[in-house]
């Protein structure tokens, strides 16, 4: 399980590492263009938490072992969902075609 570690002092949420991995390929491109967008995140609780993140944010992506490849096609909904007005939202990985 990995960690997203937001502002300063941080808040932590935790997401399984190659959640974590994607979501990290998304703001990292989102930052470098410098874009600001929304990031929500559903909580085991039922309920959901959401965050601005800009170039002004503080992150650390914490994770606690190595990620395998990544998926593409799950990267390609995940940057759709960040450029939309509602912001990133984490998905479920869909399965690769075989």
Known sequence: MGTLH???P????????RTLAHVEFVVLAKLRRGEGFALSI??????RQQIWI???ATLRFEF???VSDIN???????IDSANAASGLRITP????PA
């Open 6 to 8: 937001y502002g300063s």
């Open 10 to 17: 941080p808040t932590s949420f935790a997401l399984p590492d």
């Open 42 to 47: 559903d909580e085991a609780s039922g309920g």
């Open 54 to 56: 800009n170039t002004a």
């Open 64 to 66: 606690e072992g190595p």
């Open 72 to 78: 593409r096609m799950w990267l390609e909904e995940l």
């Open 93 to 96: 990985e869909p399965e690769r």
